[in-house]
């Protein structure tokens, strides 16, 4: 099978300007190719996660990935998939989040000897001189056509600024540039992209006569049509400050039993023939399957050692063995007790398993609260500081949201 064959069977394109071109240079190992990142937060997140496993998956074919940090682009903000504009940051948090970028793309890419590039375009773009952006740029973009992109028409309803409607001319620049000065002759990126894609081809092919290529991949959508990676205290970030690689760990191992398959088949570079011979499977094998999915992305983005831990504490909580320590942990001191004692309610919000008190009473009086195994169904049950000492007391809400209470 080649590489763009795996490609397609992995669920993982979605539309392409020429595809015999492009398997051509895909199988061949002759894709100097780039995906973009804006770094609007210091970590990347499961949203950046199959852009990433195909950067590693071509470079392992013999292809060259450039990592492109959107640092100029970034001053403008991308309104693909947003109904608002995104929040302007300062120069100076764009470069501590490109900074955290950088460290995290090298556990999927191997920027060594030349194998792989990672650039800025801040270094290109904010030195554009705009009237000369505006003679040499402009006449190759029709007002009209842009109105047409999909990446627009959501930002339209509530007004498009003209701020980001640049954004698409900076996107296709990007293209051009990295064309020029690094032979850069595909681009790839989320199917929300593809407008922003041709924008490129098409300038290339308009200022200097030759052909370069774009590939949209699949966004990663569950099987209501939402996009993964969301959880309702936010994103699920692959710095294990922000989740930790017990909670990375958990989200994979709770996704739906429709999209567990499509999971693994997407983003894990287990063999398709394996991955196949599970399309069978029900009931507790798709619990394994979830498993198995769970410990190879949390073994790609934190290591193995890791993600053996992660998967120990989670046997630990709903296998009834293994090891408490590697659990999400809080601490409880004498600043969270009212009258030398903590009560439920408290205790649950102060953990974050529920987010008011009010959500805490219901959650209790309906019977989904326990405290180390002993289901709590009273309100006024308190806890004094000595309760956590040692090892601690484990809180779950329901069978899915869990955390070790220790003392301070």
């Not at 392992?60 to 309104?79: H, R, S, W």
């Not at 064309?179 to 593809?194: A, I, L």
């Not at 398709?272 to 619990?287: F, R, T």
């Not at 320590?325 to 953990?351: C, F, Q, R, Y």
Request: charged share 25%.
């Amino acid at each position: 099978m080649t590489v763009y064959d795996e490609l397609v069977a992995r669920g993982l394109i979605a539309q392409v300007t020429d595809e015999a071109e492009i398997k051509e240079l895909i199988n061949n190992g002759k894709a100097v190719f780039y995906i973009g990142f804006d770094p609007t937060a210091d970590s990347l997140h499961v949203g950046h996660f199959m852009a990433l496993c195909l950067m590693k998956r071509l470079q392992m074919a013999g292809n060259k990935p450039i990592a492109l940090i959107g640092g100029g682009t970034a001053m403008i903000g991308d309104p693909s998939g947003r109904s608002d504009m995104r929040q302007m940051m300062t120069k100076e948090t764009i470069q501590h989040n490109v900074d955290c970028f950088k460290k995290q793309m090298s556990r999927f890419i191997d920027f060594s000897d030349d194998k792989a590039m990672l650039v800025n375009n801040a270094d290109w773009l904010l030195d554009l001189n705009y009237v000369e952006v505006l003679r040499d740029i402009g006449p190759h973009f029709s007002v009209n056509r842009m109105l047409t992109a999909e990446c627009y028409k959501q930002r339209m309803e509530k007004g498009l600024s003209f701020l980001e409607f640049n954004y698409m001319i900076m996107q296709s620049f990007d293209f051009y540039t990295l064309f020029q000065k690094y032979g850069c002759n595909m681009q790839f990126g989320g199917d929300d992209q593809w407008s922003n894609m041709l924008g490129g081809t098409e300038l290339i092919r308009r200022k200097l006569g030759k052909d370069a290529y774009a590939m949209t991949i699949n966004l990663l959508l569950n099987s209501e049509g939402k996009k993964m990676g969301k959880t309702q205290s936010g994103a699920v970030w692959l710095d294990p400050n922000k989740t930790s690689p017990f909670e990375f760990f958990q989200y994979w191992r709770n996704v739906a039993d429709s999209d567990v398959l499509k999971c693994i088949r997407m983003l894990t570079f287990l063999p398709l023939e394996e991955i196949e011979a599970m399309d069978s499977w029900e009931g507790a094998q798709l619990n394994q399957a979830k498993e198995i999915l769970a410990f190879e992305l949390t073994k790609l983005v934190h290591g193995e050692e890791e993600a053996a831990k992660a998967r120990e504490a989670s046997h630990a909580l709903f296998a009834g063995g293994g090891d408490h320590a590697n659990m999400p942990t809080v601490e409880i001191s004498e600043e969270d007790l009212v009258d030398g004692a903590i009560d439920i309610m408290g205790l649950l919000v102060k953990t974050e398993l529920c987010e008011s008190r009010g959500d805490a009473r219901r959650n209790v009086q309906q019977g989904g609260v326990t405290v180390a195994d002993e289901k709590v169904t009273d309100i006024t049950t308190k806890y004094t500081l000595d309760a956590f000492a040692g090892d601690g007391l484990v809180v779950k809400r329901g069978k899915k949201k869990f955390v070790k209470v220790i003392a301070k």
